[in-house]
């Protein structure tokens, strides 16, 4: 059997059904967009530095003294305050000790000694006071900075650089019979 003949004839294509091809285009003169560019590029980055100044406000004025006078100014306009850090690393208990009062029976009184290491200020912190009796129950309380630091402090100085506070606070214990005690420094 004879294979059907094929039509070599050549077909017209329409213009909608030939292939596009591809043409370069000259480009667009870039005329006022590398200039709108680097303006955009730069208010970005000053926005970016802003923030950043911002947020670590306390840590720079802190470290470079220098700059807190600016900062208030800025921390004025924008409602914000400079506050001391929050370094317990910086503050140990130089001394403690915790006596019971000998006019008021149940009364404790805690002295401690706060030091600041640090060459900056540094936020007042809370103190954990942890009582045990002779059956190990343990019994915590912890004081904020106003219920030791009295009311003529102000706390947004901090402790002084290389200062102490001391530190004394009458605990009513009359429900406990202690034999022991530590003191602990963090913030919440």
Known sequence: MAA????TTPI????ADRPQRFEWKSRKALGDQPR??????LALSLAIVVQLVLEFRDV???????????????????????????????LSIEASDLQADPA??????LSATIRNRASHPIAYPYLELTLTDSSERIVVRAFAPHDYAGGTVDFQQGIA???ERLVKLFIDAS???QAGYQLYLFYP
């Open 36 to 41: 709108l560019y680097a303006i955009g590029i």
């Open 4 to 7: 059907p003949a094929t039509d």
């Open 104 to 109: 008021h029976r149940g009364l404790l009184v």
């Open 12 to 15: 017209e294509l329409r213009d």
């Open 60 to 90: 720079l004025a802190a470290h470079v003294p220098a700059t807190r006078v600016l900062l208030a100014g800025a921390c004025r306009a924008l409602s914000c305050s400079i506050e001391p850090l929050k370094e317990t690393a910086a």
């Open 161 to 163: 650089a290389n200062g």
């Open 175 to 177: 429900a406990t019979q």
